[in-house]
């Protein structure tokens, strides 16, 4: 089992910075990659950035060259930096992380983006 602990949204304005944390605990071990989704009001969860063994990394395309995800770091705590936002990043944004054919998920974080 893998826990998964998301920190850092907050209400920030256009053009603002976040950066979000996503602190693992449990079978770290098991991990193969970690990604952020997002959810809009009335929208699907949608995929924001991945980042697998080997470093591979992928963005959405709403998102490419604002957002930089990161690999786990010492803290076992993955990072999404977030720059130049726009209102439409305001969504809840989920930490995954992927250990085989097992999904496991944070509570998610709000991220506000208005003036």
């Known amino acids: 089992q893998v826990q998964l602990v998301e920190s850092g949204g907050g209400l920030v304005q256009p053009g603002g910075s976040l950066r979000l944390s996503c602190a693992a605990s449990?079978?770290?071990?098991?991990?193969?990659?970690v990604a952020w989704y997002r959810q809009a009001p009335g929208k699907q969860r949608e995929l924001v950035a991945s980042?697998?063994?080997?470093?591979?990394?992928n963005y959405a395309d709403s998102v490419k060259g604002r957002f930089t995800i990161s690999g786990f770091d010492a803290k076992n705590t993955v990072y999404l930096q977030m720059n130049s936002l726009k209102p439409e990043d305001t969504a809840v944004y989920y930490c995954?992380?992927?250990?085989?054919?097992?999904?496991?998920w944070g509570q998610g974080t709000q991220v506000t983006v208005s003036s």
């Open positions: 980042f697998s063994s080997g470093g591979i990394t």
């Open positions: 449990g079978s770290i071990f098991s991990i193969n990659a």
């Open positions: 995954n992380a992927k250990s085989g054919v097992d999904d496991f």
